[in-house]
């Protein structure tokens, strides 16, 4: 299978969708760069949530912060200011906002002493770029052109979101992950979270090895012109 599970139909529909709400942005003077920036700082937010444990609020900004990321792209569209600077900036900061996150989710586990979490927090990070790398990559060697590599491989940026965002909510309504000595390793909203991150880790694994044999049946091209501010760059 080499289709994302999330079609670029739906993709065309979701971004009509939010242009509504972000010509509202523009109106009230934010440009797309600084809604760039508005969304990163909710994924530090975040971060600092899940280093607290307080997963349920975590989850509730990573799966905002998502949606919020789709409005930088649409402005930019709609008001005709797409660039290839804006792309740059919304690629970059979406992959820094990513990691921080799990950085965050990391801390989170090191403080509940769950040191499976740690693992499979740092593993689900490493696969998660892994996947943005391959198409940023394909691109710059002229594989791949335009936005075609965001329709390979199962776990695009979006369904990682939507699986960190339900595992978050679920460790939080489990009665999260704070130590009980005679509880051992996996109690409560451990294993939830355990395996979200798992799920994300092998998904996004799976992704990448998709996106490469993608690449390796393709003619190489000229570069392709970079994509225009979007909040899918190299999901």
Request: glycine share 12%.
């Amino acid at each position: 299978m080499s289709g994302s599970i999330v079609s670029p139909e739906t993709r065309a529909r979701v971004r009509g969708l939010v242009v509504p709400i972000a010509l509202a942005f523009g109106k009230v003077g934010l440009t797309p760069n600084a809604l760039t920036l508005i969304g990163f700082g909710i994924a530090i937010i975040a971060a600092v949530a899940a280093a607290g444990q307080s997963w349920l609020l975590a989850g509730l900004l990573v799966v905002f912060g998502g949606v919020f990321d789709l409005f930088d792209g649409a402005l930019a569209r709609a008001t005709g200011k797409a660039s290839r600077l804006g792309a740059f900036m919304d690629s970059v900061f979406d992959r820094w906002g990513e990691a921080i996150i799990y950085i965050g989710i990391v801390a989170g586990c090191v403080a509940a002493d769950f040191d499976p979490g740690v693992i499979l927090a740092a593993a689900a990070m490493a696969s998660a770029f892994m996947v943005s790398y391959a198409r940023a990559k394909s691109e710059s060697e002229g594989f791949t052109p335009g936005k075609g590599m965001a329709n390979i491989g199962l776990a695009p940026r979006e369904v990682r979101i939507v699986i960190l965002t339900v595992g978050l909510i679920l460790t939080s309504i489990l009665g999260g992950t704070s130590s009980e000595p005679s509880a051992g390793e996996w109690f409560g909203g451990r294993p939830v979270l355990a395996f979200s991150l798992g799920l994300i880790a092998v998904l996004a694994t799976i992704t990448t090895i998709q996106r490469i044999l993608f690449v390796t049946r393709q003619p190489a091209v000229a570069p392709a012109v970079p994509a225009t501010p979007g909040g899918d760059q190299h999901p």
